[in-house]
């Protein structure tokens, strides 16, 4: 096997987020730095993450209430966060000519809403500290003696370095290079690592009417959610249909709950309500208002009327049993109930989580208690430094995820 004999300060394995940002962390300490990266080009997944928006963190002021969104591994943030956290986010974008905008549930975005200038940002700072960078080199293994990392086996040949950073990310968007590498080399070394699974996830369905909805997203609806017809939770949000099911913010933050309850036998269904701000009463009264302007004509042309903007034609498709071609002034009171109830229940039926290729984060991860949190150091090898996704840390979808990897990232690059 070839041998390089160059022994970096520091090699990267991973050109993502969190290792870009090491990167250029640790150069900008004076380190020589070495990224490897599989891929052809450095930062795949973050050029496509939000949409190629890029949701690069979230501006809750609270800090209790920010690392109460990573559950149990809120205890073991509060010391990163407290050296690099969001404030500190949005001084280093912007301090590089890149403003951010704070919009809706306190998510944060490039004021250019493009995921590429954030990219940008990080490569020039890279470029700037003379960062070297390997494409297209897939890391085998990392070959350890005694408590230190001393080599990284590549198709490049072993690749030497004082110290080692592992910023390979999670499993979701594999087709990024996100393949759980780093999980399985931290695994083999050593290091109690919990299997991964998709996470922040859309949900597949069966209803030909959600999948009719493809493309609708609608900002206000409550979802229920049952087992075996037993009501579970409920959550008001925005629900976005696609043709496979439903996404968005609100189905994304909950599919962790809907995958526990899939995880054992029997049916897990859902109820939309599509007006969950007003009562079956209220409702019926504004319904009637249309029917008595519209009575000589047909139910479905005025549905358009009646049901949130753009479900006109999936009404249809719901197994009401009602006539929609019947005309308005022959709608009885039954029916016109039942319509009622319909819309404040519209069913749903869950099939299956969506994969790792629609997983805006996979959980799973190396173990925070096998980790010092002040330097992102492993204690079982000192010169071996996990960031990003690598990490058991469970989160939302709302700027968590990468804010997960500028505040590790950057305690790693300072330390290494």
């Known amino acids: 096997m070839k041998n390089n004999n160059k022994i970096w300060d520091v090699i990267v394995i991973g050109g993502g987020a969190s290792g870009m940002f090491a990167s250029a962390v640790a150069a900008s300490q004076g380190k020589s730095v070495l990224v490897l990266d599989k891929n052809k080009n450095l ?6 993450t939000g949409g190629g928006r890029c949701n690069i963190t979230n501006a809750e002021p609270d800090i209790h209430k920010m690392l109460k969104i990573y559950g149990e591994g809120a205890p073991f943030l509060y010391s990163p966060f407290s050296v690099f956290g969001v404030k500190d986010t949005f001084k280093y974008f912007e301090s590089r000519g890149l403003p951010l905008v704070v919009q809706a549930r306190n998510r944060v975005f490039p004021a250019t809403e493009k995921a590429l200038d954030v990219f940008n940002v990080l490569e020039k700072e890279m470029n700037k500290f003379h960062v070297a960078v390997k494409n297209n080199c897939t890391v085998r293994k990392i070959n350890v ?32 290079g996100s393949t759980g590498d780093g999980l399985k080399w931290l695994r ?3 290091h109690s690592v919990k299997d991964s699974s998709p996470n922040i996830v859309p949900l597949a369905v069966s209803d030909k009417w959600v999948k009719s909805l493809a493309g609708v997203s609608l900002s206000f609806m409550k979802i229920t959610f049952y ?7 409920s959550k008001t949000g925005k629900v976005l249909f696609t043709h ?4 968005g913010p609100l189905i994304l933050n909950i599919s962790k709950k809907v995958d526990d309850l899939l995880q054992n036998e029997g049916k897990v269904t859902a109820l939309i309500d599509a007006y969950p701000d007003t009562n079956e009463g209220k409702l019926e009264e504004s319904i009637i208002k249309v029917f008595d302007n519209n009575k000589n004509k047909i139910w479905r042309t005025i549905l358009k009327e009646i049901v949130p ?9 719901v197994d009401t049993g009602l006539d929609f071609e019947t005309k308005v002034h022959s709608i009885g009171r039954g029916d016109r109930k039942k319509f009622v109830k319909i819309l404040k229940n519209l069913p749903v039926h869950i099939t299956n989580l969506m994969g790792y290729d629609r997983a805006v984060v996979a959980d799973g991860g190396v173990s925070l208690k096998e980790l010092d949190m002040k330097t992102m150091s492993s204690k079982l090898y000192k010169n071996l430094f996990i960031t990003g996704d690598l990490l058991n840390i469970n989160r939302n979808s709302g700027g968590y995820s990468l804010q997960i990897c500028w505040t ?9």
């Open 188 to 190: 083999d070394i050593g």
């Open 408 to 416: 590790t990232g950057y305690i790693a690059g300072m330390n290494v």
């Open 244 to 247: 496979f099911g439903l996404s």
């Open 145 to 176: 003696k005694g408590d230190r990392v001393e080599s990284a086996e590549t198709n490049n040949g072993l690749l030497y370095a004082k110290s080692f950073i592992l910023a390979t990310g999670g499993m979701s968007h594999p087709e990024t």
């Open 227 to 233: 087992k075996d017809e037993k009501k579970q939770f």
């Open 309 to 317: 903007e753009g479900m006109a034609k999936a009404i249809e498709l």
């Open 43 to 48: 930062g795949e997944k973050l050029k496509i």
